[in-house]
């Protein structure tokens, strides 16, 4: 069975710092693609990142670019969103997706991209 779970969203304030998990079970992220998206509360839900595990690529959105690192490990099967800097407006449930495509067709990342989701994870930043 194909599962993406993420873990890591918290409270914390302005100017502190998450990491969120997304780990992967029922297949390997070295052959798929991994976007983290996000979703306020009263907005879309919204890609903000992304990160190929076979190739290294990444993407930031302009709103999270040198603030936030996507990364892989892919012993661990695991993909993470490293937070810093975080503003209030980053309060969202964050949400990783996986792609069986190692391309990103769209920037930012679009939902109907993905194959796989996980359940989200709360990111609340106070200020």
């Known amino acids: 069975e194909v599962q993406l779970q993420a873990s890591g969203g918290g409270l914390v304030q302005a100017g502190g710092s998450l990491r969120l998990s997304c780990a992967a079970s029922?297949?390997?992220?070295?052959?798929?693609?991994t976007g983290w998206f996000r979703q306020a509360p009263g907005k879309e839900r919204e890609g903000i990142s992304w990160?190929?595990?076979?190739?290294?690529?990444?993407y930031y959105v302009d709103s999270v670019k040198g603030r936030f690192t996507v990364s892989s490990d892919n012993a661990k099967n695991t993909v993470y969103l490293q937070m810093n800097s975080l503003k209030p407006e980053d309060t969202a449930v964050y949400y990783c997706?996986?792609?069986?495509?190692?391309?990103?067709?769209?920037?930012?990342?679009?939902?109907?991209?993905?194959?796989?989701w996980g359940q989200g994870t709360l990111v609340t930043v106070s200020s």
């Open positions: 997706a996986a792609d069986r495509s190692t391309l990103l067709t769209y920037y930012p990342p679009r939902e109907e991209e993905f194959d796989y």
């Open positions: 029922g297949f390997s992220f070295s052959d798929y693609s």
């Open positions: 990160i190929s595990s076979s190739t290294g690529s990444t």
